[in-house]
């Protein structure tokens, strides 16, 4: 390695027994000036203990030949073989106390680990396998994660083995990590504003609901029936009809219902030539009739009054007798009267 010059550049100023030494036209820093290098002045030496800019340096002891100012000066480079001789006498001063003793005491071996036991003592611990696995995973991790590049809200995460990337954290997902609380059996997480959350109860009764693998699961811890489940399940009018036990039939001008109670309701819209005449139930009634409601729907410019009288009602059929009613109250027969027709019976 090539010896340096004396570096000169500049002029110096320092007081009699003073330690800073201020320059002017110099460049220190830049011209690698290290503390343990010489200040000289005509015949006067001082060691330089530290460089704090290009226009400041620092000595390790008061400047003893008299103020300077605008003075001209050199630095000598101390050699780089002393720098290394005295840093290494350091490194043996700072190693060779009582823990490079405590080292030097034990005896190394296979699949062991030296670890301090107290001050200045040492002992081996196992090192197998299982730990050495752990350490070549943990760089491996490690490495990977000092591959990424952060940002803004991002966390790291795995991606595959020894591989990792980055994810969005949002602002609720910062939320959802700020609980407060205390953590402690039957405790739910919930947000309570835009970036905190806090614990809630969260019940045997509730816990059944969540594991529930659907609604009917749902229904049931509910204790909801079977028939209303029945019920809920059903898409239509028609379906909720059926499953709440309801028979109906539409024939024609009429049709019945029947009720799961036993009731049934049956309907219809005729007439006949004749103005007495017994009309049958489209589906007869298991056990009897309670009663019939007719109303005619005769529409005419006629002065009569028509009316409609039901008797003889059984379980299969009623009887009908139309009749016209004239101005003069004379009452008549009355054929081909359009009516309609309504029974309850079960």
Do not use: H
């Amino acid at each position: 390695m090539a010896i340096k010059p004396d570096y000169m550049a500049g002029t110096i100023t320092v007081a009699a027994d003073g330690t800073v030494v201020t320059g002017v036209g110099s460049q220190w820093v830049s011209a690698d000036i290290q503390p343990g290098d010489t200040l000289k002045v005509k015949n006067l030496d001082a060691v330089i203990a530290t460089v704090t800019s290009n226009t400041q340096i620092t000595l390790a002891e008061p400047w003893t030949g008299g103020a300077l100012s605008a003075s001209p000066y050199r630095i000598r480079y101390q050699p780089d073989g002393s720098r290394f001789t005295a840093a290494l006498r350091d490194l043996v001063t700072a190693i060779g106390g009582g823990s490079l003793a405590a080292l030097q005491a034990i005896t190394g071996a296979v699949d062991k680990l030296p670890y301090f036991t107290g001050a200045n003592t040492m002992a081996l611990a196992d090192f197998g396998a299982n730990a050495r696995a752990t350490l070549a995973a943990a760089k491996a991790w490690t490495t990977s994660l000092f591959g990424l590049t952060m940002a803004a809200d991002k966390f790291p995460y795995g991606t595959g083995a020894n591989t990792m990337a980055l994810a969005d954290i949002t602002a609720a997902g910062r939320a959802s990590l700020n609980i407060t609380g205390t953590p402690a059996a039957d405790k739910l997480p919930y947000l309570t504003g835009a970036s905190a959350a806090a614990l809630a109860d969260l019940t045997t009764y509730a816990r059944g609901l969540l594991d529930d693998a659907n609604a009917s699961a749902a229904q049931t811890t509910l204790g909801i029936s079977t028939f209303i489940k029945a019920l809920l399940d059903d898409t239509d009018g028609g379906a909720a009809l059926t499953s709440l036990g309801i028979t109906k039939n539409l024939i024609g001008n009429g049709g019945w219902y029947r009720f799961p109670s036993g009731i049934m309701v049956q309907w219809g819209s005729t007439f006949n030539a004749s103005s007495d005449f017994a009309t049958a139930f489209p589906v007869a009634f298991p056990t009897a009739c309670i009663g019939v409601y007719q109303n005619t729907n005769f529409n005419t410019a006629s002065t009569n009054a028509y009316v409609i009288n039901t008797s003889n009602v059984s379980a299969s059929t009623f009887d009908t007798r139309a009749r016209a009613i004239s101005n003069g109250g004379l009452v008549a027969a009355q054929a081909n009267l359009p009516f309609f027709w309504l029974a309850i019976g079960y």
